[in-house]
């Protein structure tokens, strides 16, 4: 049996050299040398017996034990394994040479220089190579990375950055994209590494572009929604649609959009998915306004009286990305928003939530405490639900959510249906 082996098998033997040499490893690492002094402490009889048969001193009665690295040193030489330094110990010890922090940051440093040159030349004529600068500095290795996994990150980064589906002029559903990208439809699902990397290259690519997406109290999700839509990510599902009657498009480039000016001709509704929306950069009503209810057939009962005098919209319950961009385009486009919806908790801060969102001239329409009276049914609104109520701030919401609560029964908008239609009559 060779020297090495021999001596590693020793200081296996017992426990206790495995503190001594994680101390001095841990001062390699600060010094660059092996240097300094290890304490131990709480060691039991046998360790502190096999510490004194090594540097053959009396350690008894004593509550820690201080070993030096010139200590240390004079005891291994004048050990039957004097021809293997301390640090080859070390090595021999824990499988893997000691490193000073001084030069593995050298080591770091140079590893970053030779993948930066790597991605350069793998990237070049790209979208990414301008910014491979910044991108490595949005996603810096941590002292404790890999630096294999650190590459594949900055590659996975940079292909996610090329490949955008907006550069393209085109869309995709959050999981055919992740597909497209890696092979698995779920990369780059919320919580997911893949998912964080994707959101901060959104992040990185808006602000390259100076598109500025304000933040949003009232819809916590929508920047986050907006801002893969801005980049032709869809992360809803196709289920994210809007239903509409009347309303016609104009189009980024400033033309009518043939669809929607089809369906204004033939006086038909349209449900609307969010992928269809995209380069939407103007709303066109008739009398400049857009009637909103919230209740599908309620939507269709209007669109049946409306022979393309009005424009309506169907938030068909909760708003989704869909509804939300349609009144933000509405807002940009100067369009008059009438809102109609349930007489209930949940139907009252929608109406409220829609009015702090929406950026122009917003009615609540047919929401007063004598529309509630009238279209009032016998279901009940348990105590939970009712304590929603106090969220309702809006002075014109307020007297109405107080006669909800003192009633404990919902309104519903289909026991409206006729003044509403009243109201459009009048309109034309």
Known sequence: MDNEKQCLEYFRGNPVWQKVFEGFWKKYYSYGRFSGTVKLSHLTMPEIE??????????????????????????????????????????????????????????????????????????????????????????????????????????????????????????????????EMTGDPHAFDAGSDGGKILREIVELDLENRGIILEENNIFPAYKKQKGFLSVGILIDEVSNYVMLSGVNIRKGNGELHAGMQGFCVEQDMVQIPLASMVEWKEILCPHNKLFIVENPSVFAMLCEINAGNHAFMCMNGQPRLAGLNVLEVCGASGVEVYYAGDFDPEGLLIAQKLHDFYKGVFHYWHLSVEDYMECRSDRQISAKRLKALDKIVDPVLQSVAARVKDLQTAGYQEGLVKQYQEDILQLR
Request: glycine content about 4%; proline content about 3%.
């Open 50 to 179: 096999e510490l004194e048969g090594f540097f053959r001193k009396n350690f008894h009665g004593q509550k820690s034990v201080s070993i030096s690295s010139d200590k240390f040193c004079r005891a291994l030489s004048e050990s039957r394994y004097s021809v293997i330094t301390p640090e080859r110990l070390l090595e021999l010890y824990f499988g893997s040479k000691p490193v000073g922090k001084n030069e593995q940051e050298e080591r770091r440093q140079k590893q970053i220089r030779e993948v930066f040159e790597m991605l350069r030349m793998q990237y070049e004529n790209t979208p990414v190579y301008h910014i491979l600068e910044s991108l490595m500095k949005q996603f810096q290795m941590t002292e404790k990375e890999d630096i294999a996994h650190w590459k594949r990150k900055l590659t996975l980064a940079s292909d996610i950055y090329n490949g955008l589906p907006y550069r393209s002029g085109r869309t995709r559903y959050l999981a055919v994209f992740a597909a």
